[in-house]
């Protein structure tokens, strides 16, 4: 253990000490006297609770951190830990950003708490960091992801530290009401069997445009435990994770509208060929407008029928 029983005794107030004077003040302030306000970067109290009572009821031995910021979801985790009894080895973080454009914030967050020692921080991307901790063998039982939220940093993160999870291992993940980081976890749960451990919202999501499988809202933090027992992936085989995207299809009704409105100029054109293609894309981007199918298979039918069939007198 990384020096447990100093640190227990005067972590946790320290911690907490910390953690109250940080949201009262709104304010964090970098190495080099930099200030700036904790939001929007920082979790807020209620997400960090949520994750302090998750490592809290998890109790891992080790435990890793994508995206530093100011340090808040740091300061829950390692509070929570020293309640379970002391971080058995260093929390390990990885920012790149966190000298240029954090003022090393968190860092100095962390010394003021007198905890800095109980984390391993290293200035590297995700990207690049997590493959290592993949080569030397590493594995963790709880993760908590708050990194690049665009997609390709979001599942990239998921894909790795799926790697360094041990069976039955947590990861929570932040922001999961923005479709790329949900998608992402989609992909955990359809591909690798994860299932969906907890959530956690500051205030209800958007009812509209941010919702779960089953048109549940999306927390804006989820929690997914990865299973026991992997089951075998066939190469080929592919377990579709946009399925919540259905009913944004609906919304690609202007899309439509206007894929439609081209079909029609085509037709009146004569040119069938590219009426269809116009038509055919209306349809994937609004299945629900049935007028399109019939425009479709009017461009099939010889100009003769076509009009006998819709009864229209113009060309096409
Ligand atoms: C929303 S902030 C994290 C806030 C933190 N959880 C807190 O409570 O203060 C996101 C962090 O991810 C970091 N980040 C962005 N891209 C990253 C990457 N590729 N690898 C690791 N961290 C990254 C940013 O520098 C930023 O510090």
Request: with cysteine; glycine share 10%.
């Amino acid at each position: 253990m990384v020096n447990v029983e100093a640190s227990e005794i005067t972590g946790r107030a320290q911690i907490r000490a910390q953690i109250e004077k940080l949201y009262r003040e709104g304010m964090v302030h970098g190495d080099d006297g930099f200030s700036q306000s904790l939001y929007p970067t920082s979790v807020t109290p209620g997400r960090g609770k949520f994750l302090g009572d998750l490592v809290r009821r998890i109790k891992p031995a080790a435990t890793i951190e994508v995206g530093m910021g100011w340090g808040l979801s740091t300061l829950h985790m390692l509070e929570a830990m020293l309640e379970n009894g002391g971080v058995r080895q260093p929390h390990i973080i990885m920012d790149p950003y966190q000298a240029k454009n954090y003022h090393n914030g968190a860092r100095r967050v962390l010394r003021e708490a007198g905890v800095d020692g109980l984390v391993e921080f290293h200035q590297e991307p995700s990207e690049i960091f997590l493959p290592k901790l993949v080569e030397q063998g590493r594995r963790f039982d709880f993760a908590f992801i708050d990194g690049d939220h665009r997609f390709d940093g979001a599942f990239v993160d998921l894909v790795f530290i799926h790697k360094l999870l041990k069976p039955g291992g947590v990861m929570a993940v932040d922001d999961t009401e923005l479709d790329a980081v949900h998608l992402a976890c989609q992909f955990a749960i359809t591909n690798w069997g994860y299932t969906f451990e907890a959530g956690h919202s500051d205030r209800e999501a958007s009812p509209g445009r941010h919702r779960h499988r089953g048109e549940q809202p999306r927390p804006q933090v989820g929690a997914y435990r990865k299973p026991l027992v992997e089951g075998e992936r066939n190469q080929l085989h592919f377990n579709s994770f946009f399925d919540d995207f259905s009913p944004y299809i609906r919304l690609n009704r202007l899309a439509s509208n206007q894929l439609a409105h081209e079909g029609l100029v085509a037709l009146r054109e004569g040119d069938r060929e590219a009426a269809r293609r116009s038509f055919r894309e209306a349809i994937r981007q609004d299945p629900t407008h049935a007028k399109n199918l019939f425009r479709y298979i009017r461009t099939y039918l010889p100009p003769g029928l076509a009009r006998a069939f819709t009864g229209r007198s113009k060309r096409g």
